[in-house]
């Protein structure tokens, strides 16, 4: 089991690095296509308008043919497409299609680590310590992004080169290390999206994305740009999101053992609001330990409302709870980069553009209450 359990996070890591790798590879990027904020924007928006148009059928096909084939067939694709922009990236149109395909392809990935988290522990009391194992991905990401970030500044098509070739092993592995599931007819699997409680959930998660995934992606260069921070501090804020993002979410299985998953859903919402003001008005030492702070309220709601997701969806949907989740809640990462830019775009304030992405948190504690009535 702790094989399988490596190679979701290897998996998860690999899909979560390509897509937030563009709040870093955006700004060289945009220097040699002369971009402005909105077209920065609309590059991650368009890979997660593929993201979301994929996801349903990823998990219905999951839940059908298992993860480990799923995770495979995405990942040998997803080698060509990002040899693809590591040899023929000469204009934005290339740029935009291909990131686009690669949302449609990548949407697989994280159903695929979830469904095998469901299948192998979701009778365990640690449920939730395990799907938090395995989303510790995301906030090592950052942390990574932090640290390389002034190389990919400057070296940004070697990256795309050693995502292919990591899309590739991932993709041996997964071949010779099936994992063993009920197969679930389309049909019934397919119901569980009509469950209102599911959909509530989903509308929960969305906000959060909405949050979380917009300041990933815009905080580095808004901090570059638009708060006159130099790119050397500017990356260390992003260290910073990423290490409390990893604290917290390591942290998160004892908080929801001592007061339940909606509390502490709840508390962190309101946190990453309350922080986000703080930062507006600290001057540039200051905005370091709050990076910190940030990033733990960024991520902690999320293993708790996954969690909650496939309890009520049951395991043999897992696949397409999460894959319909995705679906859903991924309309706040499509949007929030656009948005995000459009507001920068039209005030060129960075202050209006981080409450920007408190919207998120506002959708999800509306949800959040909503829920408690059902």
Not at 245 to 274: A, C, H, K, P, Y
Not at 359 to 364: F, H, L, N, R
Request: glycine content about 6%; proline content about 3%; hydrophobic content about 55%.
């Amino acid at each position: 089991m702790l094989r399988n359990i490596i190679v979701s996070w290897i998996g998860t890591f690999l899909q979560l690095f390509l897509r937030l790798s563009w709040g870093v590879i955006s700004l060289p990027i945009a220097l040699v296509f002369h971009l402005n904020s909105i077209q920065i924007g609309l590059v991650a928006t368009v890979f997660y308008i593929g993201y979301v148009v994929s996801s349903i059928p990823w998990g219905l096909i999951i839940d059908r043919i298992g993860p480990s084939s799923a995770v495979e067939y995405a990942s040998i694709l997803l080698v060509g497409m990002n040899l693809l922009l590591f040899l023929f990236l000469t204009s934005y149109a290339i740029l935009l299609v291909a990131y686009l395909i690669e949302g449609l392809i990548t949407a697989a990935i994280f159903p695929s680590a979830m469904k095998i988290v469901a299948v192998s522990y979701s009778n365990s009391s640690k449920f939730t310590f395990y799907v938090a194992l395995v989303e510790s991905a995301g906030p090592i990401t950052i942390i990574t992004l932090g640290i390389i970030a002034s190389f990919l500044l400057h070296l940004w098509r070697f990256i795309y080169l050693i995502m292919a070739i990591s899309f590739g092993l991932i993709a041996i592995f997964s071949h010779f290390n099936r994992i063993d599931v009920n197969r679930t007819e389309i049909k019934r699997s397919f119901k569980i999206i009509l469950d209102r409680k599911i959909t509530i959930a989903t509308l929960i998660r969305l906000g959060e994305l909405w949050s979380t995934w917009g300041t990933t992606t815009w905080i580095f260069p808004m901090l570059v740009l638009y708060r006159n921070i130099s790119p050397t501090l500017s990356a260390l804020f992003l260290l910073l999101f990423g290490v409390g993002q990893l604290v917290g979410i390591l942290s998160v299985e004892r908080l929801v053992e001592r007061f339940g998953d909606r509390t502490v859903i709840l508390i962190n919402l309101i946190g990453f609001i309350l922080l986000t003001f703080s930062i507006i008005f600290s001057n540039n030492i200051d905005i370091l330990p709050e990076a910190f702070l940030l990033g733990i309220f960024s991520f902690s709601y999320r293993p708790p409302t996954d969690s909650l997701i496939m309890r009520i969806a049951g395991q043999s949907s897992a696949g397409t709870s999460i894959g319909y989740a995705n679906a859903v809640s991924q309309i706040g990462t499509m949007i929030a980069p656009s948005f995000v830019g459009l507001t920068l775009y039209l005030t060129h304030s960075f202050s209006i553009s981080m409450l920007a992405l408190d919207v998120g948190c506002i959708i999800s504690i509306i949800s959040l209450l909503s829920l408690k009535h059902l």
